[in-house]
Nanobody, 124 residues
Framework: QLQLVESGGGLVQPGGSLRLSCAASGNILDYYTIGWFRQAPGKEREGVSCIRRRDGSTYYADSVKGRFTISRDNAKNTVYLQMNSLKPEDTAVYYC?????????????????WGQGTQVTVSS
């Protein structure tokens, strides 16, 4: 059973930055495609970014393109989401998720494993 643990959330002012981490219990990078999702109060969960297994190709939702960067550290079995130029509308609980398929998907039903989430609040 793959376990994912997110960290790095917090309160930040508009225009600020945060880096989220998703630590996996085992060697994930050859076997799992990792996605970052978020869920704001009263809204459905939405896909934010994704990094493919093996080749590491990355994908972003239009709402975060140019501001967020997904990356991975093979040695640490960790995937990161660097978030810059944060806006109040980025406020949400952020989740990482893993799927065994090689393609990036932004539908939550495509993912098999989920972390517990980390809160990101962007407010002055």
């Amino acid at each position: 059973q793959l376990q994912l643990v997110e960290s790095g959330g917090g309160l930040v002012q508009p225009g600020g930055s945060l880096r989220l981490s998703c630590a996996a219990s085992g060697n994930i990078l050859d076997y799992y495609t990792i996605g970052w999702f978020r869920q704001a109060p009263g809204k459905e969960r939405e896909g934010v970014s994704c990094i493919r297994r093996r080749d590491g190709s990355t994908y972003y939702a239009d709402s975060v393109k140019g501001r967020f960067t997904i990356s991975r550290d093979n040695a640490k079995n960790t995937v990161y989401l660097q978030m810059n130029s944060l806006k109040p509308e980025d406020t949400a609980v952020y989740y990482c998720a893993a799927r065994t398929g090689s393609l990036c998907k932004f539908r939550e039903t495509e993912y098999d494993y989920w972390g517990q989430g980390t809160q990101v609040t962007v407010s002055s």
